[in-house]
């Protein structure tokens, strides 16, 4: 990020976070029932790799949500 952002692109970050924390809920509840279920032994190895895949898959839909609104760049046949 360059600097801060302005009022017109935090009020769009708010409205992004917003959009990104509902589409990844049922991924939030995975982590969570994932760490609630474990003891402190099993926490890291297999729970930590299934975490992370968990994770990546939210960072997915935020960058489906935040491209879902945009045009892209690309045209259909002419």
Do not use: C, W
Not at 32 to 40: E, K, P, Q, Y
Not at 42 to 47: A, V
Not at 50 to 71: C, F, N, T
Request: proline share 3%; charged share 25%; net charge negative.
């Amino acid at each position: 990020m360059k600097g801060p952002l302005s009022a017109e692109q935090e009020a769009q970050a708010q409205a992004l976070a917003e959009a990104i924390a509902e589409a990844a809920q049922e991924e939030f509840l995975q982590v969570a029932r994932t760490l609630v279920g474990s003891d402190n032994a099993s926490l890291f190895g297999e729970n930590e790799f299934k975490i992370r895949d968990i994770i990546l898959r939210v960072g997915a839909k935020a960058y489906q949500e935040h491209l879902g609104g945009k045009k892209t760049a690309t045209r259909g046949p002419a």
